[in-house]
């Protein structure tokens, strides 16, 4: 069944090869996720005992920072190993965990993973937001290592994909010791996909517990005034800045002192997204170079580095969470809400949907039906403070309500390293 893996696995490689290089995804440092490491990285892995850490990109690598935090000061011996998959979740990873040893992902083929295995030899596998990875769970199965998925969650969509393939993902599922899932619904999908039952545990969401507040910014620090309103768009993807735009474009006639933040979902479309504010008549304010001058309505501030939105969302007026209006998918709105902020999102959350299901619940968030709505839900909680507060009010509620996942987690992670 594994041979016939790789052979899949190689042969969608093959012509996954020229988008890679297209897209400009391919790196000086992607030979890495062949097992290819040096001299001293082996050694360096040897001389440490070892927990490893995956988290896909910049997301899992946001959620896994406390669950780090905890297992440091329980298993201060260890050497944490992370490995990503994305250039973004790579330099984030980096940037959070500096005393850390940060990879790349092996690609899941079977010669790839056992080096992976033989060189990092940890004594537990922890995989952030179910990453189910065939030849890699088998090679840590052998080795009799632990294996435990943390803030699990499936899609609508990948639920689907996975059942195309159940003849392949059920036996890989029981290699698994545990797996912690965001929500009870996260849990029945994973048991329907073949998971033991008694390895299921519903603890809740880690990304709700990530109350670190980032770097302490005022609006000072931006140029603006306490009296300038700011709509910061979150996570965007293509054509949703071009709809914030028309829509600020409209709003500054009846609220002059607003100014428009975007914060793209992958930083290398800015050049792009430069563009477009300057086809819609703004001036486009790069926030890598930005200087702490005022700067009026007909320019954009466009985030175009990594780690930085956190803090800018304490500066919003309101927030727009994209991939959401014209991307499917949605991101996370729990980052806004630690902050109290009044957030819309569009209809497409597929990605979020128990998260999202919770904050509509507890009128916690403005989800509009399409991009005509935008412009009137702004409207209206920039003319209308009092709702605005009470919406952001019943965000901040409902992360207090939901804390608690990653302790929950670190206690199931500890049973497995009862013996170290």
């Not at 003849?167 to 029945?188: G, H, R, T």
């Not at 980052?335 to 597929?350: N, Q």
Request: proline residues 5%.
């Amino acid at each position: 069944m594994f041979i016939l893996y790789d052979l899949i696995f190689l042969v969608f490689a093959i012509f996954y090869f020229p988008y890679l290089v297209i897209k400009r995804k391919w790196h000086k440092d992607f030979g890495a996720r062949f097992g290819i490491f040096s001299k001293e990285a082996r050694a360096s892995l040897s001389q440490s005992t070892n927990i490893w850490i995956h988290a896909v990109s910049v997301g899992e690598v946001l959620a896994i920072a406390k669950l780090v935090t905890l297992i440091k000061g329980v298993f201060p011996p260890f050497r944490i190993v992370i490995t990503t998959v994305t250039q973004t979740g790579f330099q984030l990873a980096r940037k959070t965990f500096p005393q850390d040893t940060v990879l790349y992902a092996p690609l899941d083929l079977s010669f790839t993973v056992r080096r992976y295995v033989d060189a990092i030899s940890p004594k537990i596998y922890i995989d952030a937001e179910t990453e189910i990875w065939p030849n890699l769970f088998l090679a840590l199965r052998e080795r009799k290592i632990p294996i435990v998925q943390v803030n699990g969650r499936i899609s609508d969509k990948a639920f689907g994909r996975y059942k195309l393939i159940s003849w392949l993902i059920k036996p890989v599922l029981n290699y698994a010791d545990a797996f912690c899932m965001q929500s009870e619904f996260d849990a029945q999908k994973i048991k329907a996909l073949g998971a033991h039952p008694q390895n299921v545990f519903a603890v809740g969401n880690m990304k709700f517990d990530d109350v670190r507040p980032g770097k302490n910014l005022s609006k000072s620090d931006l140029g603006l005034s306490e009296h300038d309103l700011v709509l910061i768009a979150g996570s965007t993807h293509p054509g949703e800045e071009e709809i914030l735009l028309e829509a600020t474009r409209a709003l500054v006639k009846e609220f002059p002192q607003l100014r428009l933040i975007t914060a793209p979902r992958h930083i290398e479309r800015t050049q792009q997204i430069v563009k477009l504010v300057e086809k819609n008549n703004f001036t486009a304010l790069l926030f890598s170079k930005f200087a702490q001058n005022r700067w009026n309505q007909d320019q954009v501030l466009i985030v175009d580095t990594i780690g930085h939105l956190k803090s800018l969302y304490n500066l919003a007026t309101v927030v727009f969470v994209g991939k959401s209006l014209t991307a499917r998918g949605g991101h996370n709105i729990i980052e806004p809400a630690l902050f109290s902020k009044p957030i819309i999102i569009g209809p497409y959350t597929d990605n979020f949907k128990d998260t999202v299901s919770i904050f509509l619940k507890e009128k916690a968030v403005i989800q509009i039906k399409g991009k005509d709505d935008l412009l009137p839900a702004l409207r209206n909680l920039l003319d209308n403070p009092k709702e605005s507060e009470d919406l952001a009010r019943a965000a901040k509620m409902v992360i207090e309500k939901h804390t608690g996942a990653t302790a929950k987690t670190m206690e199931i992670i500890t049973k497995f390293m009862v013996n170290f």
